[in-house]
């Protein structure tokens, strides 16, 4: 039982390049979701998925598309990578969406 | 939207003493209060939450509080050790609409041997 998992660790794009970063978790959770974690500020939702087939924003959506592939997995895609997106990019999911989040070991990715 | 603020965003006491973190938050419908504890380079890891009918909670050295009237909850730490030292970060859902977490601005706790 692997938990939340995320792929890559860490990631060096240039401004303009495109990526996908990989969520997946094996708990049997419905609800899936990415949040961005910017030096001295807490955790900021960019979307999230509240069951499989759907997708919503939250606080920070520019720049950020998603896609929730099955019940295990939910990837978040950049497009066109700007250094503004230089940030920790954490996966969590929960169960029903009322209970404890269990968050994925994170990807640091840096944007030149 | 959710707006839940934190102080102090720095905190350093001595071993053995206690430690205090304040949380606010702006919505009155939240009702789940969690705390994370995230060391260094880790993910964020869940030490202690409270629901709104619930007014204190208790874990061992950790403890949390919530005021729903003033819409403020704080985390409480006795005989703080080393291992303590950590950013804590509170945070606040509702039941209802996104349920996702909004997460306060962090505390950077620093236990002095």
């Known amino acids: 039982n692997a938990g939340v998992t995320q792929t890559p660790k860490f990631q060096v794009l240039k401004t303009g390049q495109s990526m996908t970063l990989q969520c997946a978790q094996d708990?049997?959770?419905?609800?899936m979701y990415w949040y961005r974690q910017d030096p001295g500020m807490g955790l900021r939702l960019i979307y999230y998925?509240?069951?499989?087939?759907?997708?919503d924003k939250g606080e920070v959506p520019n720049g950020y598309n998603v896609s929730r592939l099955n019940k295990r997995e939910f990837s978040l895609r950049l497009e066109s990578a700007a250094p503004s997106q230089t940030s920790v990019y954490f996966c969590?999911?929960?169960?029903?969406?009322?209970?404890?989040?269990?968050f994925g070991p994170g990807t640091r990715l840096l944007v030149l | 939207g959710e707006n839940v603020e934190q102080h102090p965003s720095t905190l350093s006491v001595q071993e053995g003493d206690s430690a205090v973190i304040k949380c606010t938050y702006s919505?009155?419908?939240?009702?789940?209060f969690p705390w994370y504890k995230q060391e260094l380079g880790k993910r964020p890891q869940l030490i202690i939450d409270?629901?709104?009918?619930?007014g204190e909670k208790k874990d061992q050295r950790i403890a949390v509080t919530l005021n729903k009237t003033a819409k403020h909850f704080s985390l409480h730490i006795t005989e703080t050790q080393p291992e303590d030292s950590a950013v804590y970060f509170c945070?606040?859902?509702?039941?209802?609409?996104?349920?996702?977490?909004?997460f306060g601005s962090g505390t950077r706790l620093q236990v002095q041997p």
């Open positions: 409270i629901r709104s009918n619930v």
């Open positions: 969590a999911s929960t169960l029903t969406g009322r209970e404890t989040q269990y």
């Open positions: 945070a606040a859902s509702m039941d209802t609409g996104r349920r996702a977490l909004t």
């Open positions: 919505d009155s419908a939240s009702n789940y």
């Open positions: 998925s509240a069951s499989e087939g759907t997708t």
């Open positions: 708990m049997n959770h419905n609800s």
